[in-house]
């Protein structure tokens, strides 16, 4: 037995073994497994994704915000049982103001009295040193007019110009009786975007210079003097850009310097919200991207149609209180 062991011990070392024929092995096989787990990889899973069954139809949820009257504030004020309605804005009021005018339908679906106080071509933001007459009727000047019961400035403003309807809604605001209103109904278009109003200033939240800071400040002093009305502020629909070579810009991805549309109406739609008053979302919820063909009669002006379509949406809100 122990001469077989002697034996293969002395078999075991006369065996020559070559490292450098293992090291090619291992990496040969190393070499084949990597091989095999990258041509796995790239073969990837059997996926269900057909490119024709594309939907390009989303559901997108209007950003309204619904806020009713706080029954408090209403007390020891004598209800005449009419419903009052004072409108302000720009083009969506001032375009039309016969029976297909915006404010006169809005007072047909609600069976309610309406006055029309709009401005053709203003803004919500102001500016210090108006370069037309339409900038001397930022939101702003407008209020403070209101709640001072001095219209001077608008009315040497609106003297400045031709157009009459101008001097038509400082008549109309001059002898309105703020006390009567129920409800007031703000709607601008997208001429602050058009017109490079800054939307918001970060370091100044009521600078009445920027778009969100004259909303503000406008919408508190409204119900600081006059606690009774009710605030809604119809935002602006889809509309385009048109340049100063008259080329069509899409107004949703168009960016002229201080954002794009939506980025307008999200800024009217955080103030509204934290000052407590309704927000109606035309941009989602009424007049959009794929229907404004139909509902506007250029780029930015809404037709007949548009504005029946503006006061039903409007009227379903006022008359569910």
């Known amino acids: 037995m122990q001469e077989k062991l002697n034996l293969f011990k002395n078999r075991l070392k006369n065996i020559k073994i070559n490292y450098h024929l293992i090291i090619i092995v ?17 073969k990837g899973v059997e996926s269900s994704y057909d490119p024709d069954l594309i939907n390009t139809d989303f559901d997108v949820e209007p950003l309204d915000f619904i806020m009713h009257m706080d029954p408090r504030l209403l007390e020891g004020r004598e209800d005449d049982g009419e419903l009052h309605i004072l409108c302000l ?12 005018g915006l404010a006169q339908l809005i007072a047909k679906e609600t069976a309610g009295i309406t006055y029309n106080g709009a401005f053709p ?38 003297g400045k110009t031709q157009d009459k309807r101008y001097a038509d809604a400082v008549d109309v605001l001059e002898n309105l009786d703020l006390n009567k209103i129920d409800v007031l109904v703000m709607m601008y278009d ?17 600078n009445i210079d920027a778009y969100t800071g004259s909303l503000r400040t406008s919408i508190e002093v409204f119900k600081e ?57 035309n941009y989602f ?3 959009h991207e794929e229907n404004f063909h139909e509902y506007m009669r250029d780029h930015m002006h809404y ?19």
């Open 121 to 158: 071509d203003s803004m919500i933001a102001n500016r210090k040193a108006p370069a037309n007459v339409a900038e001397s009727f930022g939101l702003f000047y407008v209020t403070m007019a209101l709640v001072n019961n001095d219209f001077a400035y608008l009315r040497e403003s609106a």
């Open 26 to 42: 291992i990496i040969v096989i190393i070499f084949l497994i990597t091989l095999f787990i990258l041509l796995r990889w790239n």
């Open 225 to 281: 003097h006059y606690p009774h009305i009710r605030i809604i502020m119809m935002s602006h629909s889809y509309a385009m850009y048109m340049d100063e070579e008259g080329v069509l810009h899409n107004g949703t991805v168009t960016d002229l310097g201080n954002g794009d549309i939506p980025h307008y109406l999200i800024m009217g739609f955080q103030v509204a919200t934290s000052s407590g008053i309704t927000f109606i979302d």
């Open 190 to 206: 997208t001429t602050d975007y058009n017109q490079l109003s800054p939307a918001d200033d970060p370091n100044n939240e009521y």
């Open 285 to 287: 919820g009424t007049i």
């Open 303 to 321: 037709n007949d149609v548009g504005r029946r379509l503006l006061a039903k949406r409007v009227a379903e809100i006022i008359l569910d209180e």
């Open 89 to 100: 804005g720009n083009n969506p009021f001032s375009d039309e103001t016969g029976e297909n």
